[in-house]
């Protein structure tokens, strides 16, 4: 298994430099001031603004929908009437997703299609009205309604207000030149009249509307917020259905592992300790023929069949060490983990604190991670000393392995902690890395405690 460390191509002047290295973005002004001028800010406040018309039509369609086959349901028509209701509702869902995913880049997953057992119409439509997910997206199309009149309404009220009073001084000559009166009227009765004209008006006018642009700008995100929640909370699948998805998706991964794992064996036997107990096979009968006429020869093959034999023998307790080694079943992870700590290039700590054992699968899979990883280290880290800790935190086993070598291992780029990631998420497991160019390396592993 190869991890992806990066070339040694530092500029030996500037440790931690090369190439890939991500420099943070650094911005002048925080946060608070920029967020009424970046997209995030003004895509959220499309969406607001596009959520009215858009919840009107499916809000009337919805309550005329439900009303009538409500007041069909006597009669045959009202059920597939709202089948075909709860149909349309789903598909209004998808545009509500689709919008969600350009506007706030919230990717919501599609939930599973409505199948009938037998294919047939009055299948389809037992199908819709048991699906939960139907009768969600029917609450969200009624729901949505009076929250986007309400976010609609507040966010372009005060965004129009606060960039109009923040942009006054701009367009504050238009009213004395062609409307006649000094200023923008601030107060008006039959005998007094207050408008906004000196400088100092203007001043404090547009120092009120940058408070009120700055205000809004978080205002429409945290409106947005609350449609991210309606939106993933009943358009997106079911917590079940996701589940189930995973452990299918699980399932999967476990079987291919296996597989490979069985074509490593066979391939292992076939290529290395199979071949040599054939070679030792004919090397024998070499010399049972030579026994009598040439009895130096014989013993001289049947010696070099020895060692061919104590060749063989280690080949086999490797591959079997690689498995299941004896000592982790009969001692545990910590002799088993200073087993390969011993085999590693690098002198490597083991520190193993656990007050009893994991289940004997979780405990394998503990043991082959350290494996690759150390493996890892052997080979493309380039270090000169590694640590391996593992303990117990809650209802998790913590393993981490680090070492001072040159950095730049990286999960995403098809390697071998690609394939460990995999391995782990079969069994709920987590696999952080932090591996800065330069190094040093930290990889974290979780794993469900199972006793």
Not at 176 to 184: F, L, N, Q, S
Not at 347 to 361: F, G, K, Y
């Amino acid at each position: 298994m190869a991890t992806a460390y990066g070339p040694d191509t530092r500029d030996p002047q500037r440790p931690g430099t090369g190439p890939g290295e991500r420099l943070a973005r650094k911005h002048v002004l925080p946060a608070a001031l920029r967020a009424p001028f970046e997209a995030r800010t003004w895509r959220e406040f499309l969406y607001l603004m596009l959520s009215l018309p858009i919840s009107i039509v499916v809000f009337c369609f919805a309550i005329t929908m439900t009303s009538v086959s409500a007041g069909l349901l006597i009669t045959f028509v009202g059920i597939p009437l709202l089948a075909a209701g709860l149909a349309m509702c789903r598909g209004f869902g998808a545009l509500e997703r689709a919008r969600a995913r350009g506007l706030l880049k919230l990717d919501v997953a599609d939930p599973e299609p409505v199948r009938g057992r037998t294919g047939g119409p009055m299948s389809w439509v037992g199908a819709v009205l048991r699906s939960g997910v139907s009768w969600r997206h029917l609450l969200y199309s009624l729901l949505h309604f009076p929250w986007a009149v309400f976010a609609f309404s507040v966010s372009l009220t005060l965004w129009v207000w606060g960039w109009a009073a923040l942009t006054y001084p701009l367009y504050s000559w238009v009213f004395p030149t062609y409307a006649g009166i000094d200023g923008v009227q601030l107060y008006g009765d039959g005998t007094h009249r207050v408008y906004l004209d000196s400088s100092y008006e203007l001043a404090l006018t547009c120092a009120f509307g940058l408070v009120v642009v700055l205000g809004t700008a978080w205002v429409i995100r945290g409106l947005a917020a609350v449609d991210r929640l309606m939106v993933a909370g009943l358009l997106g699948p079911s917590r079940l259905a996701t589940r189930v998805t995973e452990l299918e998706s699980d399932r999967g991964v476990v079987v291919d592992t296996a597989a490979a794992d069985l074509r490593r064996i066979e391939r292992d036997l076939h290529d290395g300790a199979q071949a040599r107990l054939v070679a030792l096979a004919m090397d024998l009968g070499l010399a049972k023929e030579k026994l009598t006429n040439d009895p130096e020869a014989a013993a001289k093959m049947v010696d070099e069949a020895h060692g061919e034999v104590k060749v063989a023998l280690q080949e086999l307790r490797d591959l079997a060490r690689g498995i299941h080694p004896a000592v982790l079943t009969d001692r545990g992870l910590d002799a088993a983990l200073s087993a390969i700590a011993s085999r590693c290039t690098v002198p490597v700590t083991v520190e193993v604190d656990l007050s009893s054992r994991p289940a004997q699968a979780i405990e394998g899979i503990a043991y082959f991670t350290v494996s690759e990883l150390l493996q890892n280290v052997s080979k493309h880290a380039r270090a000169t000393r590694a640590s391996v800790d593992v303990w117990r935190s809650a209802d998790r086993l913590m393993l981490q392995v680090t070492d001072d070598g040159r950095g730049g291992a990286d999960l995403t780029s098809g390697s071998g902690l690609a394939g460990l990631t995999e391995r782990l998420d079969a069994v709920d497991g987590i696999l952080l890395v932090e591996s800065p160019m330069g190094g040093p390396t930290k990889v974290t592993a979780e794993l469900p405690w199972r006793g």
